[in-house]
Nanobody
Framework: QVPVVESGGGLVQPGGSLRLSCAAS????????MAWYRQAPGKERELVGR???????HYGDSVKGRVSISRDNTANTMWLQMNNLIPEDTAVYYC?????????WGPGTQVTVSS
């Protein structure tokens, strides 16, 4: 299987915005819920939010109201728009199916929120 590829991370000041992208194989993308996960230093990986094939998304309590997940099924691409970022959002962000594991994990993309 081809692993997913995440991109778009970087260093941003508190209150800033970032848009992350995830490219997945068509075999995975066309049939699975997709999701964004994140892992902060010293913590377990957590679910940020998930989106079904039809485009309906659900979000974790820690990011609700500040993030938006969208997907383009023809381009096999998913995005995570993050606004009003806070230092606690600092983590490596990953995408995968939901539940996770139907696609190999990619390298993730680092998001650092700091002044």
């Amino acid at each position: 299987q081809v692993p997913v590829v995440e991109s778009g991370g970087g260093l941003v000041q508190p209150g800033g915005s970032l848009r992350l992208s995830c490219a997945a194989s068509s075999d995975v993308f066309r049939i699975y819920y997709m999701a964004w996960y994140r892992q902060a230093p010293g913590k377990e990986r957590e679910l940020v939010g998930r989106i079904n094939v039809g485009g309906t998304a659900h979000y974790g309590d820690s990011v609700k109201g500040r993030v938006s997940i969208s997907r383009d099924n023809t381009a096999n691409t998913m995005w995570l728009q993050m606004n009003n970022l806070i230092p606690e959002d600092t983590a490596v962000y990953y995408c995968n199916t939901f539940p996770a594991g139907s696609s190999p994990w990619g390298p993730g993309t680092q998001v650092t929120v700091s002044s």
